[in-house]
């Protein structure tokens, strides 16, 4: 049982490159999340999916797109890449308990 | 809106020595409280969860109570280990598919 996965771990791009980061989970959860670490600001929510086949917007949507691709997996995918993007990114999924995520290593994204 | 507010960091602490990491909310109604925690290189794990006024969770050592008078939720350790060294995330659930909203994030540093 793996949880939740992500890839890559580590990525550096050039402003303006595109590129698309992965997720999956084995839990069967339903719902799945993308999130950005910055330093002194917490995570912010940029996409979710309450289900297969649907996705909204969190607090920070400009700039990205996500497919939830199956149950398993949610992908997120930086277009055009900008400076500003550089940050950790964080997978989660969720069963139907209140409060409980549970969260993917990470990738560490450079924009330069 | 839903906010979250945390102690800034870092804390840093010697061995068996008290903590007290402090949190505040602001929301409309008596959401679920939650303290997660980032191990560095990691995702965030749950650590505790209270759902209602006057509960107190509880796991690992660390203890807080939901104080809907002062719109607190601190997290407390008695006898803090080099190993409780990490992030410490203050979170609400605020509503639609398990969202939560996160606090900064506070730093822990334990020396022996």
């Known amino acids: 049982n793996a949880g939740v996965t992500q890839t890559p771990k580590f990525q550096v791009l050039k402003t303006g490159q595109s590129m698309t980061l992965q997720c999956a989970q084995d839990?069967?959860?339903?719902?799945m999340y993308w999130y950005r670490q910055d330093p002194g600001m917490g995570l912010r929510l940029i996409y979710y999916?309450?289900?297969?086949?649907?996705?909204d917007k969190g607090e920070v949507p400009n700039g990205y797109n996500v497919s939830r691709l199956n149950k398993r997996e949610f992908s997120l995918r930086l277009e055009s890449a900008a400076p500003s993007q550089t940050s950790v990114y964080f997978c989660?999924?969720?069963?139907?308990?209140?409060?409980?995520?549970?969260f993917g290593p990470g990738t560490r994204l450079t924009v330069t | 809106g839903n906010s979250v507010t945390q102690m800034e960091g870092p804390v840093t602490l010697s061995e068996e020595a008290f903590l007290t990491i402090n949190c505040t909310y602001t929301?409309?109604?008596?959401?679920?409280l939650f303290w997660y925690v980032q191990y560095p290189g990691e995702g965030l794990q749950l650590l505790l969860k209270a759902t209602k006024a006057d509960d107190k969770g509880s796991n690992k050592g660390f203890e807080a109570t939901y104080r809907k008078e002062t719109t607190s939720f601190h997290l407390e350790k008695g006898s803090v280990q080099v190993s409780d060294s990490a992030v410490y995330f203050c979170?609400?659930?605020?509503?639609?598919?398990?969202?939560?909203?996160f606090g900064a994030g506070t730093r822990l540093a334990v020396h022996p």
């Open positions: 999916s309450a289900s297969e086949g649907t996705t």
């Open positions: 989660a999924s969720s069963p139907k308990v209140i409060g409980e995520q549970y």
């Open positions: 839990m069967n959860h339903n719902s």
């Open positions: 979170a609400l659930f605020s509503g639609g598919y398990n969202k939560l909203i």
């Open positions: 929301a409309t109604g008596y959401p679920s």
